[in-house]
């Protein structure tokens, strides 16, 4: 049984009365829809009988990878091992682990979705091989230098959004993110451009994107003034457990298929607003804390960077509502920016990550434990050795895709047609270097083998289960991807061929 009551396996009582009917809908229903249009949207969705149109969720995380312990060892059908070690305790574990058993060991967390995994090795960023330019030409596939904003090309995710974007949709693309203006400096939080020259930010609010998104998709509900958020809430938790004889009446009217997609999405809005404490209850472990956009407490987590852990699970029900709801086609989540050593007083303050277990240098951060040898650190007297940067860095981008596992489980558990919401959304893992190497201080901001991740459902339109080996601009990946989402763009940035392969 789910929390709000709901059963799928049997009807609770007998069906209510088919008298009339609107596009195959009860009058209750269409009374519901008429009257509100967060109802008018879930009942759009529950009656889709076949699949949805196409989705993309860009995942941006900081400062790379460490590639050793990244990439496959051979072009072919991709595997991931399940079975290596989740121990990352200890200061020796790198090199306790066989070679062997190094690679792909940071994509653990994913393993079960390595047949819809799709690596390319080998592409590379033509343009200089610094934060804010690797950052801002990223996603445009342009090839910058420098620190202004001398490109036009639009990003893939505007790209695409002008594609997949429909009239029930609120926007194209939905931007959001965490932590962004405490570690960076100019240029690096620039990761998404528009069609014209301007890059487009995230809120780097989640809690107010989530308002945004139920108040664009709800309609007008009861506190709609500013200072009456609480009272808003309410009131739409007080129309969510009223749904029971709506669900029974979709399910007399469309079938028992169309009732269960009603209940997850009902149940997706219902992880956004209900409190924490309830949040328990769900049985469902891939969900995590739920948080409550009333509670001051994750209030406070928008600005202080030690809250990384509470608040990322709301971030992931937050893009999957998005997508759910039909909010937006795409979605993009920014993790952090990249950039800056944050160093106070001789102490290093970059805390984002001082939640792991097992981290050893706590404060470095991402970027401070990628520049081991940086001025500032020696000279505040840290001394961070290369054999310490590449665990903690390791620990950290497992973190990282073990959050991703919860999206793709999130994705997968939400019916969509006659299938999931995995089923038709593709997920493009970027970062702006593909370095440093695990072994050496050398060459911290490469721009070559980007480790660009994609994964995509069953029906999306790309070859995934495969790792490929090419020698191409990231341009001319970013140009294939934005092909086989059906744009008609001729180039993205020095991007003018599109790769073999990749496209279903």
């Known amino acids: 049984m789910s929390r709000l009551g709901f059963r799928r396996e049997a009807t609770r009582g007998s069906c209510l009365s088919r008298r009339s009917f609107v596009m195959g809908m009860p009058a209750v229903l269409c009374a519901a ?105 990223m996603l445009t596939g342009e090839a910058l230098s420098g620190e202004q904003n001398e490109g036009s090309s639009p990003s893939l995710d505007t790209v695409v959004g002008d594609v997949l974007a429909g009239s029930n949709h609120v926007q194209p693309v939905f931007r959001t993110g965490v932590y962004g203006n405490r570690v960076s400096y100019n240029g690096t939080r620039d990761v998404s451009r528009s069609a014209g020259r301007s890059f487009v930010e995230p809120s780097w609010q989640p809690v107010a994107d989530a308002r945004q998104v139920l108040d664009a998709v709800g309609g007008d509900v009861a506190g709609s003034e500013p200072g009456q958020l609480d009272t808003r809430r309410v009131s739409r938790l007080a129309m969510l457990g009223s749904v029971r004889d709506r669900v029974e009446a979709l399910r007399c009217s469309s079938g028992t298929l169309a009732s269960q997609r009603l209940e997850a999405y009902v149940e997706q809005i219902a992880q956004l607003e209900t409190l924490e404490n309830d949040a328990r209850e769900n049985a469902n472990p891939s969900v995590g804390p739920l948080i409550d956009p009333s509670d001051p407490t994750f209030g406070d987590a928008q600005s202080d960077i030690r809250q990384l852990s509470q608040i990322a699970p709301f971030v992931r029900d937050l893009a999957v509502t998005a997508l759910a709801l039909d909010y937006a086609p795409v979605t993009t989540i920014q993790w952090g920016a990249s950039g800056e050593n944050k160093i106070e007083g001789g102490r290093l303050t970059d805390y984002r990550y001082d939640f792991l277990p097992d981290l050893e240098y706590p404060g470095a951060g991402d970027h401070g434990l990628a520049h081991p040898e940086d001025g500032a650190f020696q000279d505040a007297g840290h001394r961070i050795t290369a054999a310490v940067s590449t665990r903690d860095r390791m620990r950290i981008f497992r973190w990282f895709f073990g959050q991703l596992s919860g999206l793709l489980d999130r994705l997968a558990a939400i019916p969509d047609g006659d299938g999931s919401l995995l089923d038709t959304t593709t997920v493009l893992c970027v970062s702006e270097f593909g370095g440093p190497n695990a072994n050496s201080t050398a060459a911290q901001h490469s721009t070559e083998n980007l480790p660009f991740l994609l994964i995509g459902g069953q029906y999306t339109p790309f070859q995934t289960g495969q790792f490929l080996q090419v020698d191409r601009s990231h341009g001319d990946y970013l140009l294939t991807l934005a092909r086989g989402f059906g744009s008609d763009v001729g180039s993205m940035g020095v991007g003018d061929r599109t790769i073999d392969g990749i496209i279903a």
């Open 33 to 137: 829809a008429a009257g509100n249009a967060l109802w008018a949207r879930l009942l759009r969705r529950a009656l889709a009988q076949q699949t949805g149109s196409q989705r993309l969720v860009v995942w941006y995380t900081a400062d790379g990878t460490v590639p050793e312990w990244f990439w496959p060892t051979r072009a072919g059908a991709l595997t991931i091992r399940s079975d290596r070690t989740d121990d990352l305790s200890g200061t020796d574990f790198n090199q306790s682990i066989p070679n062997a058993d190094r690679p792909t060991f940071i994509l653990q967390p994913i393993a079960a979705y390595a047949d819809r995994a799709l690596l390319v090795h080998g592409l590379t960023n033509p343009g200089q091989g610094d934060h804010a330019p690797a950052v801002r030409s």
